[in-house]
C-alpha cells in the first residue's frame, strides 16, 4: 500500500511493474542487470485518488500520462532495481502531491495611474525619437 497523505492511498496491486537495462555508472554491472524500474500505473481506472488530481496531473504532466490513462514513471538513478523501485514510488508521491495543491485563482487587476501614465511617457518618448529620424525636405 502507497500512502500519499492520509486520504489518498493506493494499493500496490494497481502497479505494473518493468524492468530494463539502464545507463549511467556501473561498469560491466550495466550490461548485465536490469536495474532501471519502470512503474505503470493505470490511473484512470483508478479509484484510489480523486477524480479532481487525476485531471490536474494530466494538465501538468501530459508527457507522462499515455492515451489509454496509465501513469509512466521510471527512475534509473541506483545501480541496484529496489532502490529504483522505491524511487519511482517516491516520484510517484510528489507527483500526485504536487497535483492534489489547488491553485491560487488569479485575481484580474486593474493598472494603476502612476504606470498608464509611464507607460504614455515612455510612448511620446519613442514617438519623438523616431520622429527625428526622418529626412525633413526644406
Known sequence: MLEVDETIRIPSEEFAW???RSG???GQNVNKVE???VLRWPMAASESVPVRIKVRIRELFPSRVTEDGDLLI???EHRDRERNREACLAKLV?????AA???TP???TKPTKGSKLRRLVAKKHDAKRKANRTVKDE
Open 24 to 26: 549511467g555508472p556501473g
Open 101 to 103: 495543491e489547488r491553485p
Open 94 to 98: 510528489e507527483l500526485i502531491r504536487k
Open 106 to 108: 488569479r485575481r484580474a
Open 18 to 20: 518493468s524492468y530494463a
Open 74 to 76: 521510471s527512475s534509473q
Open 35 to 37: 536495474s532501471k524500474a
